[in-house]
């Protein structure tokens, strides 16, 4: 779908502000046909969950749908683009027009209500979550919402996601210096009894947009700052871990706060071959054997 050029300065992701074009738009072309749209993304959503809840193992031990916002929503994104190409159905035109006079529909990831990660889509001035059933399974598969009530706010920063995924994973949060070269990317450690696997935090877009965006200096902050984390806990994430991702001393911590300062002198924030390789880097290091039924990073 086209993004307008006004959205090209927003991290991936990120929460667009409804400014009065769009506001203006979402009234003529969506605003009075919520209940239409609800039923075309509830079709969208019966497609996705008939190829999903074959495809995915429960999470944290329940069933599909539980868990899987970030899975759902990504599916019925794509689904939906792939449908806005021929816009056949009324729903699909009506969306078409919208975009061809300067709206936009994007995938948004954030904070709902301060009390957890979710994915959604944007669409304009409209909230639409396709995965409203992931936390609580009893609510209804869709809901559409005025974006400034739907309650999703962007992450602000290290200490904002940390207090959502404490709350939300029920996790304890520590300072990377177990991998000290991702450090820059994936500044945080979280551990989450029952479930969430140990491991680095976090590698959705966003957030790595959002390190890279002030030149990693808040995560070299927490990585100086911020508890290491306990002994047996570093020994478990270096388990079958590529030796050439350890630490090089016994000073990890020292060597995550020297990567920043590399990263930053090398304008690596800017360099997307850079980020692209410690992102291969940090897949590399997942190669250990996953826990039974662990929860999703997000949302």
Request: aromatic share 8%; hydrophobic share 45%.
């Amino acid at each position: 779908m086209t993004i307008p050029a006004e959205m090209t300065s927003l991290l991936p992701q990120q929460i667009a502000p409804v400014d009065p074009r769009q506001r203006a738009l979402t009234e003529t072309y969506l605003a009075s046909r919520i209940d239409a749209l609800a039923r075309y993304f509830l079709g969208l959503r019966a497609e996705v969950d008939a190829q999903l809840a074959l495809s995915l193992p429960d999470a944290a031990g329940k069933a599909y749908p539980y868990g899987r916002c970030e899975e759902i929503t990504r599916e019925v994104y794509a689904l939906l683009a792939t449908r806005l190409r021929l816009a056949e159905t009324p729903v699909e035109r009506w969306l078409h027009e919208f975009i061809a006079h300067g709206g936009f529909v994007r995938s948004v990831w954030g904070v709902l209500r301060e009390q957890y990660f979710q994915n959604a889509l944007q669409v304009g001035g409209l909230y639409v979550d396709v995965a409203n059933d992931t936390v609580d399974v009893a609510k209804p598969p869709v809901e559409i919402l005025p974006l400034e009530s739907s309650g999703l706010l962007a992450v602000r920063d290290l200490a904002h996601f940390r207090r959502t995924a404490e709350a939300y994973w029920g996790a304890t949060v520590y300072a990377n210096h177990v991998l000290p070269s991702l450090a820059p990317l994936l500044p945080m450690v979280s551990v989450s009894p029952g479930r969430l696997r140990p491991g680095l935090q976090s590698a959705c877009d966003y957030m790595i947009a959002l390190m890279c965006r002030d030149g990693f200096e808040q995560a070299e902050a927490w990585l100086r700052d911020g508890p290491p984390p306990p002994a047996e806990l570093a020994a478990e994430l270096l388990n079958q871990t590529p030796a050439d991702l350890r630490p090089w001393t016994e000073r990890g911590g020292d060597e995550a706060v020297a990567a920043c300062r590399r990263a930053r002198l090398g304008a690596c924030a800017a360099d997307d071959r850079w980020r692209q390789a410690r992102v291969l880097d940090y897949l590399r290091s997942l190669q250990s054997p996953p826990v039974a039924n662990p929860v999703p990073p997000a949302g």
